[in-house]
């Protein structure tokens, strides 16, 4: 099922794996008899990790000699690069973060581009959570988040991309709830920002991000998975807040998958409900 590659503007609305985007919704079957998640391990990469461990230590050891030899002639401040990183690190920018929440999401960003940064992070959060799913809440999350004209230009078009079709197909009913014994996982979390545009009353951020959906549940056919993706968003400044214009994904970029082996559903069930959220600012 696709819906489109913009979050409601140029195209129609998507709903992206949940993350309020569109996007193909696929129904996962266990690859074996028990428990979906399954404890599947990728094996046979002991050896080259070990051959990169002695790597690693041989060039250490012939950094830390060749270090030793300098001597304290003062040539550590020559050797400085003269290319420093071009990118900023996401850290604190030292004002104070925000401490109010309006419907729930942190609200009162700074108006400056850590303020802008901080607000992207926190709407996609937002979007990408359950409340998504549930009409109420999604209508109450758009007029929140989205200038009132983009707000107005959603509404439709979202209530016909989480259509009861949709639902019934991440395992959801007609409300957006999930089935007695089962726990439905939409979390969107950030793991960095980047200002791509800037003045006084506009800031196009990007949020590049790792994202959780699925159904946590022993006969779950669609267990929970994780997704790299980058949301970014036209922001305006307006009514003393950072709102959305609008808003586009792209997959990506994703890391090489690890050797961590896979919870049981009741695991992903007992950490969705006991682990919380943050809110996120510069």
Known sequence: MSLGDEHGFGDSARADDGYGGSGQTRTRLPERAGDPYGGARRGGRSSSRSLVT?????????????????????????????????????AASGERPVRTRTGGVPSGFAHDGGGAQSAAANYAVALGSTDMFKKDTRHALLDLLYTPQA?????????????????????????????????????????????????????????????????AGERSTDPVTATWKTWTFDLQWSGGDWKIVSDAQKDGPAPVPGDDKAATSDEIRKATEEYGGFTYAR
């Open 54 to 90: 002695v790597v690693g230590v041989v060039v250490l050891l012939i950094a830390a000699i060749a270090f030793a030899n300098r001597g304290g002639d003062g040539s550590a401040a020559r050797d400085t690069p003269r290319d420093q990183p071009s990118t900023a690190p996401t």
């Open 151 to 215: 707000a107005a230009r959603l509404q439709e078009p979202m209530d016909q991309a989480y259509s009861t079709d949709f639902l019934n197909k991440m395992g959801l009913n007609a409300n957006g709830e999930a089935p007695a014994g089962n726990t439905f996982v939409s979390r969107v979390v950030p793991v960095g920002t980047t200002v791509q545009q800037y003045d006084a009353g506009n800031a196009k951020v990007a949020v590049w991000y790792t994202g959780l959906i699925g159904m």
